[in-house]
C-alpha cells in the first residue's frame, strides 16, 4: 500500500470518484443510522469536501486504486474512510498515525452511532471531550468531539 498527498490542482475528478466510493463502500456497515436518502444527499457533498479539504491522503492498492483516505483542516481531521474489505489491516491506523505524527492534527469528530470508529480512535490515543446533537450540517446525527491525549 501507498499514501500520496493530492494537492488540491491535481485532485481529477477520476479521482474524486474514486475516493468518494471508497467513502461510501465505508459507510454502508458502519453509519447504519443513515438512509438511503441521507446518501444520496451527502454524496455530492463528500465529493465537494474531497475536493476543497486543505490536506487530502489517499491509500492506493498496489494496481493504484484508491482504498483508504484522509481529510485534514489545520488540526483536525475533517474525513478517514477506508475500504471495508480492509477494515482491520492496518490502513485506518496508517492513515490515523500520519495525520497526527506528520501533519499534527490532534482532533476529530465522530459520528456517536458509529461506535467501532469510536473505539478505534480510542484505541489511537484519542478521548471523548464534547457532544454535540447535530452533525456539522445541522442535521439530527449526533457527534463526539475527540482529541488526542498526551502520551
Known sequence: MEMETVAKGERTE???????AVW???I???????AESDIDELRPQVRQALSAVDTLVVAFDDAGKP?????VEGDMIE???VSPELFGAGVGRRLLNYATKT???RRLDVNEGNPGARGFYEHM???VVGRSE???QGRPFPLLHMELQDE
Open 14 to 20: 477520476e479521482l474524486v470518484r474514486a475516493v468518494a
Open 24 to 26: 461510501e463502500a465505508s
Open 28 to 34: 454502508r456497515p458502519t453509519h447504519l443510522f443513515l
Open 67 to 71: 482504498v483508504g483516505f484522509l481529510g
Open 79 to 81: 474525513m478517514l474512510f
Open 103 to 105: 501533519l499534527g492534527a
Open 125 to 127: 490515543g484519542f478521548a
Open 134 to 136: 447535530i452533525d456539522g
